[in-house]
Nanobody
């Protein structure tokens, strides 16, 4: 069983930065693709970023490219999302997710491809 716990959300001003963390329990973290999604009220859950199991590849949603950076430390079972130049439209609940396929060679953008999810952490950006 895998449990994911996010932290680091908060209320900030436009242009500020935040770093989200997601700590995973279980033995599969270091072998699994990890991703961040976000969901604003009344909207569908949106892909934000993902990182390969070994950190060798990353991919980002168009709305966050150049501003957000995903990284991981497998020895700490932790994935991070560094968010810079935040905008009001980044306001959402942010969720980390784990793809249970081990040593996957492909990164997926669809929520249906991720089996394990955290409870979410709220990010609010005011103008």
């Amino acid at each position: 069983q895998v449990q994911l716990v996010e932290s680091g959300g908060g209320s900030v001003q436009a242009g500020d930065s935040l770093r989200l963390s997601c700590v995973a329990s279980g033995r599969t973290f270091s072998s699994s693709v990890m991703a961040w999604f976000r969901q604003a009220p009344g909207q569908e859950r949106e892909f934000v970023a993902a990182i390969a199991w070994n950190g060798g590849a990353t991919t980002y949603g168009d709305s966050v490219k150049g501003r957000f950076t995903i990284s991981r430390v497998n020895a700490k079972n932790t994935v991070y999302l560094q968010m810079n130049s935040l905008k009001p439209e980044d306001t959402a609940a942010y969720y980390c997710a784990l793809d249970r396929r081990l040593y996957a060679s492909r990164i997926y953008y669809d929520t249906a491809e991720y089996e394990y999810w955290g409870q979410g952490t709220q990010v609010t950006v005011s103008s």
